[in-house]
């Protein structure tokens, strides 16, 4: 774990800040077209409840894995590198398993189709925001970031890691800000969860009328 003097701090939480928030303004946009559609498998059905079951556990590997990374970044997040922990196998573990948690959103609502466009979208656009933070990044961290960078992907996962590219040990640290502000961030993809059955509930109540199936 390395230190430097955050001169470019401030720029950087608040450009940062401002693509997050790009993101969730953008999220309905594309979530828009499901309203108008329905499952193309039939509720109860055995593949219908297999993606079901695999959007709640991508659900939960994405609320556990955000956690997981919030014990290392805690409270040094663009203060001190951290390189160890989930951040040995990609310098976003964040947005990596936020990508997941919408992929399963997709899946709970029964539909390959919505769940692909959702992981591809949300790649999209965290491969966006991570290729503008390596800027600030790199004037922040200098040559320890850009060692860093060599070894260690962007956003898909290595499957392996090598215990001599990282930079030093970075500790478990409990933050209670990090972990709630993590927390209320899980919570959202539960509560998309939960609008998925609402939204179930009128189709199947006769209250919204579905225009075509998505598979």
Not at 25 to 35: G, I, W
Not at 63 to 91: D, F, S
Not at 153 to 167: E, G, K, S, T, Y
Request: glycine letters at 8%; charged letters at 15%.
């Amino acid at each position: 774990m390395q230190k430097k003097s955050p001169i470019p701090l401030a720029a950087a939480v608040f450009q940062q800040g401002r693509r997050i928030r790009f993101l969730w303004l953008a999220a309905p946009v594309v979530l828009a077209p499901a309203l108008l559609a329905e499952s193309g498998w039939p509720q109860g059905s055995t593949f219908r409840e297999m993606l079901e079951f695999a959007g709640t556990v991508l659900i939960l590997l994405c609320i556990g894995g955000r956690c997981w990374a919030a014990l290392y970044v805690g409270g040094r997040k663009n203060r001190e590198l951290v390189t160890t922990g989930p951040y040995a196998y990609t310098r976003n573990p964040l947005y990596f398993f936020s990508a997941l948690g919408l992929a399963g959103v997709g899946l709970t609502f029964g539909s390959l189709i919505l769940s692909a466009s959702l992981f591809v979208f949300t790649c999209l656009v965290f491969s966006y925001v991570a290729a503008r933070e390596v800027v600030a990044l790199d004037a922040i961290f200098g040559e320890a970031y850009r060692r860093y960078r060599r070894s260690v992907p962007a956003f898909f996962p290595r499957l392996r890691r090598d215990d001599h590219d990282v930079l030093g040990p970075s500790p478990v640290t409990f933050d209670s800000v990090a972990l709630k502000r993590t927390a209320i961030d899980g919570s959202y993809f539960l509560a998309a969860v939960l609008a998925v059955e609402l939204f179930g509930w009128l189709q199947s109540a006769g209250l919204v009328t579905p225009m075509f199936r998505l598979f």
